[in-house]
């Protein structure tokens, strides 16, 4: 279905990247925000708490990131589209709670506006480091989905896509940018609400008494009900059965969790967007995300000037992880090279899909700015060795 | 011999529970399952439609009430019961949201909420079971356990002050405060009745026995026994000061009404400041 034009800000706007995330909620139908001041990522919450009371919903700042996050999954169930903001150290906070929403398939969004960790790490400075706990931060096992915006405008416009990936597959889904694209003025576009597409909740609409919460529908995702609507069914955290109810036992376990990661692992062809340049020449290919990803493009410009057939590949998904793509490239390329502002994340995934075939080269910063772009050069030039 | 012909009538709580989970979990004795009862029979007489209540549980003996009751109801994780249930009501504010949790839950791990909701007055009522500690995990030290009180962290006797509930509620901003114990059902439910009737943050502490953890560690008998004491110890003072009203270990348990007061709740005051600020160019919430 379209937007709704209430929340849809058509224009151009000069806008920085934080903004763009609060626009791209307002868009996609979030009407309600429950959030925690943190560098970098206070302009979200603080543009939505703007301009909700002209769109109609609630923004409510919480005491802590644990009551944003719970107040998001409860405001879910009571039939709203959901979002917070913040940044490493709320993020932190926030991973109980976001097992509960994937125990619970609850849809949700979650910005995290990265800062150099770890604990308190560089609050004003940018960082790439949240990267894995975006994949393995809570508990148990299940599958999320994580964005990578490069830009103001894919701030926008991933924060819309976050929003229909959340409803089709009920898990939370993550924007993972940081503080230099969310503090980066650029242009954004925003098309009228008639070019937005949104995806709306499936609601369970059978008779009252034959609702069951957990209960798969053909796609392997259950349909959704929320409070009020008669049904008066019951979820837990818990390890459940289809009507929600705890089942402590391994034969359960082994029925329910297995479904929570493969709803997302069996999709992930429809899930994983990436952007690939000059790869089928390459012998080389710059596998980045994010702000490293506009930095890298001088490094590659420079390797291709000097003579070297260097490819791209920017993740604007980086969970589920491209790996079917990386292991079919490891076959034709001599290395890939992987910078990121971590001391070695993601690089990790590429290598483990290299698996030796082709090999691996990670280009660190530990944060506080970006690469510079000698320094990728550096190392393309070693790989190309 | 003529066979007995036995009629099973409907249990009078058929409606109210989900009654294939039933038995539930908690040890002969234990208190929790008066107070859902007394829950249920408010809801009753409130009359109010069951379609529109909800109920919110964190983690714990007292956290398995949304699991059993027939309603929309939701077992979050420990301690964050209260914002859940923020969000829930906000989120939809024609329901009645109720969260019925533990004295651990709520003024241990979730204290912090606790505090934030009744500040805010969020509309949402709730009903904590106190039976002075962490039974689900074995009858550990709770905010609530009272001094000297043995526990299985506090093998010597606990040297914590505990938390007053009514005290701290009050004080945070609750606008409707009641202390009962299990013994008085009557009470326990009219107290229900009347801050399920109360828009803002009501809280209804009962203390109830804890057979199995607290009650065998501290030698005061079987649920019987807890009852004496809840009858002997008993002092109903409605209205008393909620600076009184510290628990000691076997001391006089002063119950009743102590705060019922008017406040704007959370979305009231919203809607009133945007309107006086922002007047016609204020879209409320769900228009």
Known sequence: ?385 | MKKEVRRETKSPMEGFLRMDRIPHIWCPGCGIGTVVTSFADALKKSKIDLDNVAVVSGIGCTGRVAGYVKLDSFHTTHGRAIPFATGLKLANPDLKVVVFSGDGDIFGIGGNHFIHAARRNMDITIVCVNNFNYAMTGGQVAATTPLDANASTAPYGNFEFPFSLPYLAEAAGATYVARWTALHLRRVTKSIQEALAKPGFSLIEVITPCVTLYARRNRLGDGLNLLRYYYDKTVIEHGADTRTLDISYQGKLVCGKFVDKERPTFLDAMDEHMIKILGDKYVRYGD
């Open chain 1, 1 to 385: 279905m379209k937007a709704d034009p209430k929340g849809v800000l058509t224009g151009s706007h000069y806008i920085d990247g934080d903004y763009a995330i609060a626009e791209g909620g307002l868009a996609a139908g979030c009407r309600f925000f429950a959030g925690y001041p943190i560098t970098p990522s206070t302009e979200t919450a603080e543009r939505f708490a703007e301009r909700i009371p002209y769109v109609g919903g609630v923004f409510i700042q919480m005491e802590d990131e644990i009551a944003s996050i719970a107040a998001l999954i409860g405001a879910v169930w009571g039939g709203k589209k959901v979002m917070t903001v913040t940044s490493g150290p709320g993020f932190s906070l926030m991973m109980e709670n976001i097992g509960l929403a994937c125990m619970m398939e609850t849809p949700l969004v979650i910005a995290n506006v990265q800062r150099g960790g770890p604990s308190t790490g560089l609050p004003t400075l940018t960082g790439q480091q949240d990267m894995m706990q975006a994949k393995w931060g809570s508990h148990g096992d299940y599958e999320i989905i994580a964005l990578s915006p490069d830009s103001p405008q894919e701030c926008f416009d991933l924060t819309i896509e976050a929003f229909n990936l959340s409803e089709i597959y009920r898990v939370p889904v993550f924007v993972m940018t940081d503080e230099c694209v969310g503090h980066m003025h650029e242009k954004v576009v925003i098309p009228p609400a008639e070019e937005i597409e949104v995806v709306e909740r499936k609601w369970y609409t059978g008779p009252k008494d034959k609702y069951l919460p957990y209960k798969l529908d053909k796609d392997g995702i259950p349909f959704m009900a929320k409070a009020g609507d008669g049904y008066r069914f019951h979820t837990t955290g818990l390890t459940h059965d289809e009507r929600g109810y705890p089942v402590i036992n391994a034969e359960c376990q082994a029925e329910t969790i297995p479904r929570l990661s493969d709803k997302i692992r069996d999709n992930a062809d429809k899930i994983i967007m990436t952007e690939e340049d000059q790869i089928d020449s390459a012998e080389i290919v710059v596998i980045s995300y994010g702000i490293t990803s506009r930095v890298a493009i001088r490094a590659v410009q420079m390797a291709r000037k000097a003579g070297m057939k260097i490819g791209t590949m920017r993740l604007k998904t980086v969970w589920p992880f491209p790996e079917k793509r990386i292991k079919q490239l490891a076959k034709k390329v001599k290395a890939f090279v992987v910078p990121e502002i971590n001391y070695g994340q993601v690089v990790l995934e590429v290598e483990r899909c290299a698996s030796g075939k082709a090999a691996t080269y990670h280009v660190p910063h530990l944060g506080g700015w970006v690469h510079d772009p000698n320094d990728i050069l550096k190392v393309i030039k070693e790989a190309a060795k």
